[in-house]
Every structure is written in C-alpha cells, then in structure tokens.
C-alpha cells in the first residue's frame, strides 16, 4: 500500500476548515443544544491542534481504504465516503441519541460535519494523481 502523504495533508487542511466553517455557521444552534458551546469565542489552539491532528488521522485510514480497494475518480471516492459515514459516524451518533439522551439535532449537526469530512477526504484522495 503507497499513500499520497500530499493529498492526506491537503485533505487534512480542507476538512480542517470545511469543519470550522460548519460549526461556525452552527455555533448559535449548537449552544442551545448543549452548555458545552455556549462559549462561542475561539478556541483554545491545543483543540484546533487536536483536531486537525483527528483528520489526519481519519484522511490517513481514508487514504489506506482508498489505496487498498483501488478507488479511481470522484464518484467511486464519493461512495466510500458515504459508506464510512454510514457504517461509522452516523451509526455511533444515533446510539448517542438512543443510549445517552443527546439531542438528534445535536447528532445530526455532527453527523453532517461528519459527512462533509468523509466525503471531502475521500474525493481529494481518491482523484490525487
């Protein structure tokens, strides 16, 4: 298996912002779902550290499932995106909502960012040449 460590961290960089952007559109809402966003400022860089650090880590396993099963194009990378949000985010944010009381539409919101992550990943490394 080879990867692309370019196109694992330019990927890293996109749903890096892709996801900021997404919670910055959504703070307001976010804050009224759960006290733990009422503190709408920045935050802290050691977060922002450790998230970026999280999608590396989710673009390096995308990269490696894309490398493995010989994904070529957008729209194949765009299925297995869907595929891993599926199988892995959405399921685990609806046993949240079912085992631990989260609100679903604090779910769905990550759920979303979720999709938005795995499916921008799986395009920018599956159609890198």
């Known amino acids: 298996m080879?990867?692309?460590?370019?196109?694992?961290?330019?990927?890293?960089?996109?749903v890096f912002v892709v996801s900021a952007t997404w919670y910055g559109l959504l703070g307001n809402r976010l804050a009224e779902l759960n006290d733990a966003y009422a503190d709408?400022?920045?935050?802290?860089?050691?977060k922002m550290l450790?998230?970026?650090a999280r999608s590396l880590v989710?673009?390096?396993v995308a990269?490696?499932?894309?490398?493995?099963?010989?994904?070529e194009g957008w729209l194949s990378a765009v299925g297995l995106g869907l595929v891993l949000w599926f199988g892995f985010p959405a399921i685990i944010l609806s046993g949240s909502v079912l085992?631990?009381?989260v609100p679903w539409r604090l779910a769905a919101i990550h759920a979303g960012d979720w999709l938005l992550k795995l499916v921008v990943i799986a395009i920018?490394?599956?159609?890198w040449p």
């Open 63 to 71: 990269a490696g499932l894309i490398s493995e099963m010989g994904i």
């Open 50 to 52: 450790a998230e970026f």
């Open 124 to 127: 920018v490394v599956g159609v």
């Open 2 to 14: 080879e990867l692309n460590y370019l196109a694992i961290l330019v990927a890293s960089v996109a």
């Open 99 to 101: 085992h631990e009381n």
């Open 40 to 46: 709408s400022g920045q935050p802290p860089l050691w």
């Open 58 to 60: 989710v673009a390096a």
